[in-house]
């Protein structure tokens, strides 16, 4: 069987594929990967079986904490466990990480309405695997007028579920930003210098 048969089969095989695909410095136990990629013990030792077949993941030891409740009191050990980490000579690992992102991924004007209910949304600017940049610092830049830092973070979770991977984002009220924009701020330099799409420009960003 071609190694794209063996990777793509079911839904709980690509959300695996996916949590190794853009976590790629850890390592992860079984428990861990059944919980974060919500999938079975029966799917992930279906399909971890296939990864290592093909030579994706290898395995190593991991530790893991496990949390046990006695009463009220809840205990956490540390334990020594089989885990498994994405190996980087795998020859596709490119070419699959920006499949899966395109496949995911919302369009630019979805993700600026995504973020509509944060504030009165000024700019929205994006980069990262957004642009399937893999070596940007940030993936995802908002600025709003009356910012709401729990609407924001609400907004951030549904998008990382979506998309399986964990956002580098960086949110301002206008001000700020514009204030941050002309003393040349580094972290805002560091997403206007490199590849990065504005999606919104209500304020009429010059870089």
């Known amino acids: 069987m071609e190694i794209l048969e063996k990777l793509f089969g079911t839904e709980a095989r690509v959300k695996i594929l996916r949590l190794f695909l853009f976590n790629t410095e850890q390592a992860f136990g079984a428990e861990d990967i059944a919980s974060r990629a919500k999938?079975?013990?029966?799917?992930?030792?279906?399909?971890?079986?296939?990864?290592?077949?093909?030579?994706?993941?290898?395995?190593?030891?991991?530790?893991?904490?496990?949390?046990?409740?006695?009463?009220?009191k809840i205990s956490i050990?540390?334990?020594?466990?089989?885990?498994?980490?994405?190996?980087?000579s795998f020859p596709y690992l490119l070419a699959l990480k920006n499949l899966l992102i395109t496949v995911s991924m919302k369009t630019?004007?979805?993700?600026?309405?995504?973020?509509?209910?944060?504030?009165?949304?000024r700019a929205v600017i994006v980069s990262g695997i957004f642009i399937q940049d893999w070596e940007s610092r940030v993936d995802l830049l908002i600025v709003a007028d009356n910012l709401k830092?729990?609407?924001?973070?609400?907004?951030?979770?549904?998008?990382?579920?979506?998309?399986?991977?964990?956002?580098?984002?960086?949110?301002?009220?206008?001000?700020?930003?514009?204030?941050?924009?002309?003393v040349y701020d580094k972290l805002i330099r560091d997403i206007l210098d490199f590849p990065h799409v504005k999606v919104v420009d209500k304020i009429g960003i010059v870089h």
């Open 39 to 72: 999938v079975t013990p029966k799917e992930f030792k279906e399909h971890i079986a296939v990864f290592e077949k093909i030579g994706l993941v290898k395995r190593k030891q991991v530790t893991q904490e496990v949390s046990k409740k006695k009463g009220k």
């Open 77 to 88: 050990k540390k334990l020594r466990v089989t885990g498994w980490y994405l190996d980087a």
């Open 108 to 121: 630019h004007e979805d993700i600026a309405k995504h973020f509509g209910p944060v504030g009165k949304i």
């Open 149 to 182: 830092p729990a609407s924001l973070e609400k907004s951030i979770k549904s998008l990382e579920a979506e998309i399986g991977k964990e956002i580098r984002y960086a949110a301002f009220e206008t001000p700020d930003f514009q204030y941050r924009l002309g």
